[in-house]
């Protein structure tokens, strides 16, 4: 079912039910009133016969006559009798039936009064005592007028009843479709975007309620897909670039070489060649086995405590190592008073990767004097390494890009690389729950942040 229909059911079930429970107490009360106050009138007629029958000898003319006129102002279908106390009928009126035992004598006279009904007539029985003795008088009537009325406010009610839910369920599903028109202009807009309309957003997530942070959702979520797409494109643009450039070389010698027959020496030559680029592919392969390996679960990766400032060190004696001429400098933003909060908990061959394709990169990209600046910075629960470089920059644009296996910025091309390093420096940050943070202008250098939150407070005790 429809959402619309449920709620417009929904909707009318509630008001028909408030509707229903409103008629029935509107109904209930009426009767009970109707009732009530039908019994006060038989009983004031009750007591006016037996004023008349029982005191005709105790009052004046006036107040006779005055008796007389009370005593024909009769009830509908209207029936007293009077009886005395060896249960004799001394005194009727009316010719309705009113059935009248001895048992019922003797409830009034142990009750005073009573009220009950036979069918549609109420009856009333009073006790009243008079210098002659007690006596039992009974009157009843019929209030035909009022169940006339009462039976008419029911035919009211029911009709109002019907007649109302029939409004509420237009009404209702009026007031649903247009309660949802948003949502199905969201459908509406969902199915135009396809992958090759990803640029495509909903239009009304420019408001305050809920509908606009659902389209502010969902518009997030497209700006994430396309980027993800975007990335994708890329990768297999760049990757199949790198790996093409040195299998064409290995053909291109290859070919030559066996054009005609060649000397030892060149023989030797092409042979060099191809194994430079064959250590090239090893290399990318390398790479993308290494990215592969980064991004599985953290959960399965030995992790142990280790000194974030000893990885800092080693990862400068490593780039050192495969660039002695360059200049790296490693300082401290502020030294903690406790060594503890160095601590830092992950795998030591990974966190050196990502640590050393950083400071590796700010030298390469420094063509003046290959010097790059190495911060550790501490706060709250964070370890920070900060790189800067002096080199080239990367322009806004391209910042979106380098995260992205095989990227490379326009301005970098004709500088050796493959674009791993960084993307591999970030899948292996998020497998230690860190983050890796880049900013960049142009001919003014990088700056590359690693950050792993600190193990202190979490040290299992030491011997």
């Known amino acids: 079912m429809k959402i619309r229909n449920r709620l417009t059911l929904q909707f009318a079930g509630i008001f028909g039910l408030i509707l229903v429970l409103f008629s029935l107490v509107i109904y209930y009360f009426t009767s009970i009133y109707r009732q009530e106050d039908f019994y006060d009138r038989i009983l004031r007629r009750a007591q006016i016969v037996a004023s008349y029958v029982l005191d005709a000898e105790e009052v004046d003319a006036r107040t006779r006559s005055k008796q007389e006129m009370q005593l024909y102002q009769v009830l509908p279908q209207e029936v007293v009798k009077v009886y005395n106390s060896r249960n004799e009928e001394i005194f009727t009126e009316g010719d309705g039936e009113l059935?009248?035992?001895?048992?019922?004598?003797?409830?009034?006279?142990?009750?005073?009064?009573?009220?009950?009904?036979?069918?549609?007539?109420?009856?009333?029985?009073?006790?009243?005592?008079?210098?002659?003795?007690?006596?039992?008088?009974?009157?009843?009537?019929?209030?035909?007028?009022?169940?006339?009325?009462?039976?008419?406010?029911?035919?009211?009610?029911?009709?109002?009843?019907?007649?109302?839910?029939?409004?509420?369920?237009?009404?209702?599903?009026?007031?649903?479709?247009?309660?949802?028109?948003?949502?199905?202009?969201?459908?509406?807009?969902?199915?135009?975007?396809?992958?090759?309309?990803?640029?495509l957003r909903l239009t009304n997530a420019d408001?305050?309620?809920?509908?606009?942070?659902?389209?502010?959702?969902?518009?997030?979520?497209?700006?994430?897909?396309?980027?993800?797409?975007?990335?994708?494109?890329?990768?297999?643009?760049?990757?199949?670039?790198?790996?093409?450039?040195?299998?064409?070389?290995?053909?291109?010698?290859?070919?030559?070489?066996?054009m005609k027959p060649r000397t030892p020496e060149e023989y030797q030559r092409v042979l060099q060649s191809t194994l430079e680029d064959a250590r090239l592919l090893t290399e990318l392969s390398n790479g993308l086995l290494q990215i592969a390996q980064a991004s599985i679960d953290s959960s399965?990766?030995?992790?142990?405590?280790?000194?974030?400032?000893?990885?800092?060190?080693?990862?400068?004696?490593?780039?050192?190592?495969?660039?002695?001429?360059?200049?790296?400098?490693?300082?401290?933003?502020?030294?903690?008073?406790?060594?503890?909060?160095l601590i830092v908990k992950g795998n030591e061959a990974l966190l050196l990767i990502a640590m050393v394709n950083v400071i590796e990169n700010a030298i390469k990209f420094s063509p003046s004097g290959r010097s790059a600046t190495v911060r550790i910075v501490l706060d709250?629960?964070?370890?920070?390494?900060?790189?800067?470089?002096?080199?080239?920059?990367?322009?806004?644009?391209?910042?979106?890009?380098?995260?992205v296996p095989f990227f490379?910025?326009?301005?970098?091309?004709?500088?050796?690389?493959?674009?791993?390093?960084?993307?591999?420096?970030?899948?292996?940050?998020?497998?230690?729950?860190?983050?890796?943070?880049?900013?960049?202008?142009?001919?003014?250098?990088?700056?590359?942040?690693?950050?792993?939150?600190q193990a202190y407070g979490f040290i299992p005790d030491r011997p």
């Open 300 to 341: 399965k990766i030995q992790q142990v405590y280790l000194r974030f400032d000893e990885l800092a060190l080693m990862a400068r004696d490593q780039v050192m190592k495969r660039r002695p001429d360059a200049h790296i400098d490693i300082e401290f933003a502020e030294l903690p008073d406790d060594s503890d909060r």
């Open 380 to 403: 709250k629960n964070s370890s920070m390494l900060v790189v800067k470089d002096r080199g080239l920059g990367i322009t806004e644009e391209d910042l979106k890009h380098v995260f």
């Open 408 to 453: 490379r910025a326009e301005n970098v091309r004709d500088i050796t690389g493959h674009g791993i390093g960084l993307p591999l420096t970030e899948r292996i940050l998020k497998l230690h729950r860190g983050t890796i943070a880049v900013h960049s202008k142009i001919n003014e250098g990088t700056e590359v942040t690693l950050t792993l939150p």
């Open 99 to 199: 059935q009248v035992d001895v048992a019922l004598l003797n409830r009034v006279r142990e009750q005073k009064e009573v009220h009950f009904e036979q069918d549609v007539r109420q009856i009333v029985g009073i006790l009243y005592q008079d210098n002659q003795g007690e006596f039992v008088v009974m009157a009843s009537s019929v209030d035909a007028y009022s169940l006339k009325k009462l039976q008419h406010l029911k035919v009211i009610l029911i009709v109002g009843l019907l007649g109302s839910l029939v409004v509420v369920l237009v009404a209702g599903w009026v007031f649903a479709k247009s309660a949802l028109w948003p949502i199905t202009k969201v459908v509406s807009e969902v199915e135009k975007i396809s992958a090759s309309d990803l640029h």
């Open 207 to 258: 408001g305050k309620d809920e509908l606009s942070n659902l389209g502010k959702t969902f518009n997030n979520m497209l700006d994430r897909l396309e980027l993800a797409f975007e990335m994708q494109s890329t990768f297999v643009s760049n990757a199949s670039h790198e790996l093409r450039t040195p299998l064409t070389t290995m053909m291109g010698e290859l070919e030559v070489a066996l």
